[in-house]
């Protein structure tokens, strides 16, 4: 046998004994466990899958054992995802930090930063949120007004950002902030910055939504102070880091959807409670838009697999991860339309006993499901960078095309 093929069933039998069973699927609503220092679990089994996989150090797997991390080969965190997907187990904790500034980090931060930053990390002890939108900067990120002054030893932050996920339950933030003013050119002149949510001057307001969640804020910085020794990469060198960053998200929002809402819905069993005979014109054109939206969704599933492997084997898949990201949050909002049809007037529901747990969370998720073509870059901004990042598509002519 291999060294591969030993470590593959070495792999499998761990996981076997040690997955809970009940973990075993995709989550509902409410039903993953964020990593940071108020951790909570619903039940027993998330602890106990949360404890077992951190002490293995298999919270980054792929990362070095230095900082944290497994370990792990390429080829050998290929066979832990495989492993973990064949028995359909949950993350044991969801993590900003490690899906998007980690790998940055790991790329650019300074030794002690990596000491200092990703451990924690590694240990499900530091929650993490974004701050780089801002209420005239979201999609035209290079607009950012947020300062970080020059202080001495430290900088002062001021200003604030928007739709930040999470960020009245987070421990720390990576945030773009403006440090140079001088120059004409708005990307030049930005730098990145990690902060303490809890430091004097920083406040979180959550923002109402549609669907009666409340997962967006507002964050407001008064005077923070922040040490320089949390400034990441070159001093007004951010814009690398922030495209670079992004990069990590698409690719984190294109894999989001595998074990969380909204695709924990089946999609042809719940159309086969509201069609049951599907012998009318209208429930056969609703059968037929189902089987090619499930038909979508596997082989978007095939292609995120494919995507993975090639991260692991340490090639570019920037340009997979902004085509995946659109597609996952378009394929999900169309999910959802296509099952409101199907529902009929059963979808209106928004609380009370005459609608089912199932509906009411259908209804909602449907709402949920247009958020996603917004968050991590609108469908719209997606499209451009597909066209001029990923197919290096010209500009379009001044005045339009003639």
């Known amino acids: 046998m291999s060294a591969i093929e030993t470590f593959r069933a070495e792999t499998r039998a761990w996981l076997e004994a040690n997955c809970p069973e009940s973990l075993r699927g995709a989550a509902a609503s409410g039903e993953l466990v964020w990593g940071g220092s108020q951790v909570e679990f619903a039940n027993e089994d998330q602890r106990l899958w949360f404890e077992r996989m951190r002490d293995r150090n298999w919270f980054c797997p792929d990362w070095p054992a230095a900082y944290g991390g497994g370990g792990l080969s390429p080829e050998e965190d290929a066979v832990l995802q495989q492993e973990l997907k064949r028995l359909k187990c949950r993350p044991p904790q969801i993590n900003l930090g490690i899906w998007m500034l980690g790998p940055v980090l790991l790329e650019f931060g300074t030794e002690e930063q990596k000491q200092r930053l990703l451990t924690p990390m590694t240990r499900g002890e530091v929650r993490w949120c ?39 339950k987070s421990d720390w933030m990576y945030a773009l902030v ?16 990690v902060l303490d949510m809890h430091a004097e001057g920083v406040e979180a307001r959550p923002i109402d939504l549609i669907s009666g969640k409340s997962s967006f804020c507002e964050v407001f910085f008064d005077n923070v102070k922040v040490s320089k020794d949390n400034l990441i990469g070159p001093l007004n060198g951010g814009w690398t880091l922030a495209k670079r960053l992004l ?14 809402l909204p695709t924990h819905f089946d999609l042809m069993t719940i159309l086969g409670d509201y069609l049951p005979d599907a012998d009318t014109p209208s429930d056969i054109a609703l059968r037929a838009r189902a089987q090619a939206c499930a038909l979508d969704e596997h082989a978007y599933n095939l292609t995120v697999q494919r995507m993975g492997q090639q991260a692991r084997a340490r090639q570019d898949v920037s340009g997979i991860a902004a085509i995946m990201k659109l597609v996952h949050s378009e394929q999900e909002k169309q999910k959802f339309e296509l099952l409101v049809d199907a529902m009929g007037h059963r979808a209106l529901g928004w609380d009370g006993d005459e609608f089912s747990e199932q509906e009411l969370a259908i209804s909602k998720a449907w709402l949920m499901s247009y958020t996603q073509t917004i968050a991590g870059g609108s469908s719209e901004v997606q499209l451009n960078v597909i066209a001029k990042r990923v197919l290096d598509l010209p500009d379009a002519p001044k005045g339009g095309a003639k």
């Open 247 to 260: 990069q990590h998200e698409r690719s984190a929002m294109s894999k989001f959807g595998e074990f969380s």
């Open 178 to 193: 403006r440090t140079d003013n001088s120059s004409a050119k708005k990307q030049e002149g930005i730098s990145l910055l």
């Open 130 to 168: 974004q701050g780089f939108s801002e209420p005239n900067a979201g999609s035209d990120l290079a607009n950012i007004r947020t300062t970080a002054v020059d202080a001495g030893d430290h900088y002062v932050v001021n200003g604030s950002k928007i739709w930040t996920s999470y960020g009245d």
